[in-house]
């Protein structure tokens, strides 16, 4: 009766599906105050005088603040530098005091009675700017005479950094037989969760506790910068609970100033202050992702054989810094860039810079999608160049499955190996549903009648479960990244978790539960799971980087092992057995029974009223000096990350008069490890999927050359439509990572992570008879229509 | 951002260009003016508020105008700046009158606008288009005055 490995319904679904949940839009509080903020309309100018007589005298308003009214809260912190190389750290305020470097930067706030208040006066505040003149292109901006943001940061540059060998590189690519060298521009994506930010912040002045409801996905690490960082106050004097989240893709895991502006407000007008972000506040406040700027150099021989990478990236950081900004483009990116290939020589160098646009930090794969997208595209290069087919140029060059655990060359990992892998059979499962060779001859056929056809492979690796904590400190990580998790079993035998991780729709709830109810043998209704308010729960870092069943479900178990002795102990007491023969087994029924091998008249039910559970909550006739409870903390800290693999390919038809891309088939292979709950695991790979295909088709920020973001409604940017896309085809390949006791790796981002290049690889390969090498995203009609007409007049690049 | 067009009248230069000078009648032909009175201390220059509808941005913007550049009976420059609903606007305008054969004027207009805040978020796609019949109005307007009796 094993529920692992089965798709059980979601316990957090029907909360969800009849409207039950409580976002933080639902919650409201006695005396609760409301506030709008004035963000800057210019990308780059300074704040020469604020007048908020206008505004303060509307009826309603309680107050107008500006920044001079917050210099004793410390500017928000960059936990993440670049690690090993010097940062030049330029961060937000709560508001802005002196100067704006991109739209949307708070200058001034107004605290009102309602939230219609606050925005009619907010309009009112006048503020003289002197503006200056902007940069919005990361490349651009490094240029001498380019507007300069940062006093601390000449040419604009945050850090460079770089991983791999340099010399061995060059040398290993002068000696191929050929050299591809291609310009890649990721562009810039803005996350839009359904739900955009917002907090609520209650201070109570007897004792100075704050309280704050947010829109968090790691709770624990926004009180501990709240705290530690930027009030200085200890953490009993903040609780940060997180409601229902409607998403956050990454976008939820920083502090931003409004945050903390909404916090500092509570204790100055003495009532609790509700802020919720409008839509379009959140194009220009919340952070986006990607925007990277690449020259890939990959050198090969004539048989398909890499011999070396070479990768030079501008990250496009936005006009400050937030919270792990400088970590993603570098090691979750640099260190990437072997992908699932046994590379011999490869180096990246990053140039972090600041530019007069918005924000941007870790979205949905982080780092990763963007290594992926060069390694996947470069591979594809070589085939082209070379005139084999990609699949071949894959196999060739593959970790081989017998090579684990893989060391990365030129110490790329800094000391992390790949766990486990068999690359080779998710391709072939992968090729295998797809029909490969009979969509080559549909293909040529195709092509002859004038229809283009394309078909794009990925065979992506990832790095997940992010969190070896000495590991990450060495990259510059300022903190820990371990999980912890408690298990409780209550005196009828319903099991709590709680855990320092955070569900804003990976179905925690679920997955543990199934966990839980093999291991100690109780049923799904027995097992909640409560997370997501620190009071009440183990510290934990949160949820991104695929980590939560990895490292926070490695917490869990080890807390139900440690329950399972005690258990074991209590039994052997009441059967006046020795513990050595006692066993705790799951039956043909799923209940979990302890007895005494070989004796079945001497067993007891573990999670039932008057069973094990019972005994152990009331502590009536415990062993020697053992407490009371089956109730057990665990913390887990991993030797290593995970590393899922798989094939997605992607067929397109491109329309050859208008340059639509229509996605005929997708097919994901993925390999995940051990999975929990299928269904959970298919909705993932579903939306990440949709996210990394409306990268590769149609999403894209915009800024004008005054850094206006001109992309910032959902009429102006393009999320995808479920009608858009096809049906996906899903496969599995299950290779347990030998790096943690339940095998799993990580589900969260393979979608975003693979599929970006597998359609654009698709498209270029339907343009491949027109000397199409590649095409920049978004793969728009317009720029497909433009690449096509410029070829067929004989053009050439 | 660039904006152009070419509005024909079939009055004669003359007329045209001396309704052009006319701050009242410059005032009543813009779409939604409130207010339009001159600065003070400066001869063409005004102070204007006018209710803009524009995309989604809807509401009243505050600014001044300028006219300048002045050649009778063929150009001048006008520059515009407002704000409002979260948006700046800024740019200017030239004017230029050219005489028909067989009568009538053609007016040719270049615009340069900087656009920023709200406006320039959730508009930029549905500028020029806004622009272009917020000009036909303008001169429609125009043209109707002059054809009126004084």
Redesign the interface.
Known sequence: MAVVGKAVKRKEDPRLITGEARYLEDIYLHGMTHIAIL?S??AHANIVSINSERAAAVPGVIGVFTGQDFMDVNPLPCPWPAGGVDNNLNTPRALEVEKVTH?GAGVAVVVAEDRATAQDAV?LVDVEWEVLPAVTDAEEATFDGAPQLHENAPNNVCMEWDCGDQGGTDAALAASDVVVRQRLRNQRLIPTPMETRGCIAQHEAVNGEYTIWMTSQAPHVHRLLFTAFIFGVPENKVRVISPQIGGGFGAKIFMYPEYVLTTALSKKVGRPVKWVETR?EN??ATTHGRDHVTDVEVGANRDGTITGLKVRTYANLGGTLSTVAPGIPTTLYGRMLSGAYKLPNIYCHVTGVYTNTGMVDAYRGAGRPEATYVVERAVDLVASELGLDPVDVRRKNFVPADSFPYEPSDNLLNGLSYDSGNYDKALDMALEMTGYEDFRAEQAAARAEGRLLGIGLSTYIEICGIAPSAWMFGEGWGAALWESANVRMHITGDVVVTSGSQSHGQGHETSIAQLVADELGVSMDQVHVQHSDTLGTPFGYGTYGSRSTAVGGVAVWRSLQRIKEKARAIAAHEFEADVEDVEYVVNDEGVGIVQVKGAPDKSKVVGEFMGIATSAAGGWDLPGDMEPFLDETAYYDPPDCTYPFGTHICIVEVDAETGNVEIKRYIAVDDVGKVINPMIVDGQVHGGIAQGVAQALWEGAQY?E?G??????M??YAIPRADLLPSFELGRTETPSPNNPLGVKGAGETGTIAATPAVVNAVVDALSHLNVRHIDMPLTPSRVWETIQSRSNGGNS | MKLEGTYLFRETREQVWSTLMDPAAISSAIPGVEEFVPLEGEEYAWRAIAKVSMAAVSGRFAGQVHMSEIQPPTRYRLTVSGEGQGSIISGSVVMRLEEKEGGGTALHWDAEANISGKLARIGQRLIKAAANMMSKRFFGNLARQIRAPA
């Open positions: 963000r309309p210019h739209v309009e379009s194009y220009i004008d005054n206006q973001l001109i992309s910032g409604s009429m102006d």
